[in-house]
């Protein structure tokens, strides 16, 4: 699959070293634009309509990041523009009066990298609230700028008039606005922009970037002409991206829906069949009775008394030698210490009689050398031997990213599962990769059934999940099942 974001920030990135576009002797220099741009200034400071700033610091050599054509030339960001800082606030309308209709009042939440968004979220104020707003008063085509929270967060101003919130900066460029504001806005979009942002960022709990340390954003102004050719080049180039990403997006889901219904034959039996060797569910079902007796002792838990006999309303129909059984007929099923029975303030550094915490994050990566929290082997003793993990487990988000199975491997460090876990441990008689192909089938289909979407909010209460039915066949057949799914699922990818 093609990284879209990282192909299109590798467009960027040439676009803006001069590497996509021909430098045509006809285009003339950026000199020639630079001077320009600075005379339309000079105008506008004579006639009053801007104020006389004091001049920026020239750009060395040591700051430019990377060559550039050499027609083109390095400008500071306030050379292009001019960087209005919105009203301070004190004049600003309470957000209760504002209404649906009249002048819009923008805030980061109306910008989405192009322009601003006319959705629920756009506020508008009435002309006397606007005539009291002192500056940040916007026009068409000005660009708007996020310097608080959501650093760099912009868009283009497409409406008359309309005023500016406190945490946003406009950037009114002096000369060719319409033509330059699209090149500008593709730097706004840079990974250069991002790296200046960085390196200017007052490193508070709430990022900020100052309005004059934005001035001094260098800023690669190739020649106009050749400015409308990087643009033209660049939107043709996203156009052909967003294409192979929406077939991209189409093949993962028709991948998808052909996964699980390769999932669904298997588990329902539909993929093989019994050979006389491999004894009855029957049989293997007293066996796993047998066995969770001995995990129920030996891992610290109880028989539930509420999980159900099987009844009449069972999920799909199942070969005649197969049988259905619950999820707490066949394992042990336990969350993770609740509250604060567990809390960052418990934990130490790895040592020689340390235990480790197991994290969300082992579940969703399938990964269990991550992670840097462990607790003493004294409180483990003491409090947690109950939520050990032992290798064979299977252990389960329930928070983040949800339903995500992962069967720990031999080997593991001794350990215990967190909060935002939940482990389970099968009976002999139950092949693990079944189970999981089994427990993300039905997990999938319980969130469908909530919300009429894929993405799993949350894993069902115990009393229910326990509940669950569980086609049972012999662990042979188990195994033949999940040879054949992987077979299938590899030959679905080559």
Known sequence: ??????????????????????????????????????????????????????????????????????????????????????????????????????????????????????????????????????????????????????????????????????????????????????????????????????KYDGGTAQPNLAANNLEKFLFPLPPLAEQKRICKIVKEAYRLIDAIDKLQLRYSIDVDILRGKLIDAGIQGKLTTQLPEDGTAEDLYSEIQADKARILKKRKGREDKKIKTVEKDVPFEIPGYWKWVRLGDIGLFKKGPFGSALTKSMFVKKGADTVKVYEQQHAIKRDNELGTYYITREYFDEKMSGFEVM???????????????????????????????????????????????????????????????????????????????????????QRRIVSKIDELLIAMHT
């Open 391 to 477: 290798p064979g487990d299977i252990i389960v988000s329930c928070a983040g990213t949800i339903g995500e199975t992962y069967i720990m491997p031999d080997g593991i460090e001794h350990g215990i599962i967190n909060q935002a876990l939940m482990r389970i441990t099968l009976a002999e008689g139950i092949d693990k990769k079944f189970f999981q192909y089994y427990f993300e089938a039905q997990l999938k289909k319980s969130a469908q059934e909530e919300s009429n979407g894929s993405a799993i909010k949350n894993i069902p209460p115990f009393d229910v999940l326990k509940n669950w039915y569980f086609p049972l066949t012999s662990i042979e057949e």
């Open 1 to 198: 699959m093609i990284n879209i974001v990282t192909l299109k920030n590798k467009i960027l990135e040439l676009a803006l070293c001069g590497k996509l576009t021909k430098q045509l002797e006809s285009d003339g220099t950026s000199e020639e634009l630079y001077n320009e741009i600075q005379a339309e200034k000079a105008r506008m400071i004579k006639e009053g309509r801007i104020k006389k700033k004091k001049p920026l610091q020239k750009i060395e050599d040591d700051e430019i990041p990377f060559i550039i054509p050499d027609n083109w030339k390095w400008i500071k960001f306030a050379e292009l523009c001019e960087i209005i800082n919105g009203d301070r606030g004190k004049n600003y309308p309470a957000k209760s009066t504002l209404k649906k209709v009249g002048i819009p009042f923008i805030s980061a939440l109306n910008l989405d990298g192009k322009s601003v968004i006319d959705d629920e979220n756009l506020f508008c104020m009435d002309d006397e609230q606007y005539e009291n707003i002192g500056s940040g008063k916007l026009q068409r085509g000005d660009i708007i700028i996020c310097i608080r929270g959501s650093l760099g967060k912009h868009g283009k101003y497409p409406f008359d008039k309309g005023a500016i919130a406190s945490s946003l900066v406009i950037s009114r460029v002096y000369f060719a606005a319409d033509f330059i504001g699209d090149y500008e806005m593709l730097w706004l979009d840079s990974l250069m922009f991002q790296r200046q942002i960085r």
